[in-house]
Structures are given as structure tokens and as C-alpha cells.
């Protein structure tokens, strides 16, 4: 079973932080190219960080650049989304996605996946509000 599973989200105020994990089960991150997608109400589902199985490169949108930082912990099988200075239009519900077919750079995940990607999980959300 490939199963990834979201968690960290919550309510926070303008200009907070928050911390999400994506935590793998039958099969190991190492050889993936993994990232972070949102969807918020009305909109499509977008990448805001990925990271390349190859060198470790990362992209980030204009949208969440300076803000958020991904980061894998190949030990615990683990990838984490540290987002600071938030911003209401932040709000969405957040997924993380691992491709080792499609994708080979951090940049192809974050902006194809939404399109080429069926399987995803249940997401958690993040709202950012007074």
C-alpha cells in the first residue's frame, strides 16, 4: 500500500506560522520527487513547493517565495511544508503528491501535477484569519 497522509493544519493569524507533514508508508521518499499542492475554495488546485529527487533543488512560486520552505527527512520517511508570514489568501487545503514516472525536476511537479496526478489524499486545512 502507497499511502500519504497530511497533518499540521489549523487556524492561525495574519503573519503566523504552521508547520505541515506529509508522512509515506510502502514506499521510501528518497527516490521521489515530492511536493506540496493547495486548493482553496473556487480555485484549482496549485503547486506551492516541490523538491527534485535528483539534487535536492527546489521551486517555489512567486505566490509563497520567501514564505515557505519544503524539506524531506529521508530517516523518517517524512516531508514537511514550514510556512511563515501567512496571508488569508493562504488559505486552502493543503496535500503533499510523490511522482517517480512523470516528473523528474521540482519545477515540472509543482506546475503539471495538478493536471497529470488522480490520487490524492484527505488534505489538511490551513485557514489564516483574525
Known amino acids: 500500500q502507497l499511502q500519504l497522509v497530511e497533518s499540521g493544519g489549523g487556524l492561525v493569524q495574519p503573519g503566523g506560522s504552521l508547520r505541515l507533514s506529509c508522512a509515506a508508508s510502502?514506499?521510501?521518499?528518497?527516490?521521489?520527487?515530492v511536493g506540496w499542492f493547495r486548493q482553496a475554495p473556487g480555485k484549482e488546485r496549485e503547486g506551492v513547493s516541490c523538491i527534485s529527487s535528483s539534487d535536492n533543488s527546489t521551486y517555489y512560486p512567486d505566490s509563497v517565495k520567501g514564505r515557505f520552505t519544503a524539506s524531506r527527512d529521508n530517516a523518517k520517511n517524512t516531508v514537511y511544508l514550514q510556512m511563515n508570514s501567512l496571508k488569508p489568501e493562504d488559505t486552502a487545503v493543503y496535500y503533499c503528491a510523490a511522482d517517480s514516472i512523470h516528473f523528474t525536476t521540482a519545477h515540472a511537479l509543482c506546475v503539471m501535477g495538478p493536471h497529470y496526478l488522480r490520487s490524492w489524499g484527505q488534505g489538511t486545512q490551513v485557514t489564516v484569519s483574525s
Open positions: 510502502g514506499f521510501t521518499l528518497d527516490y521521489y520527487v
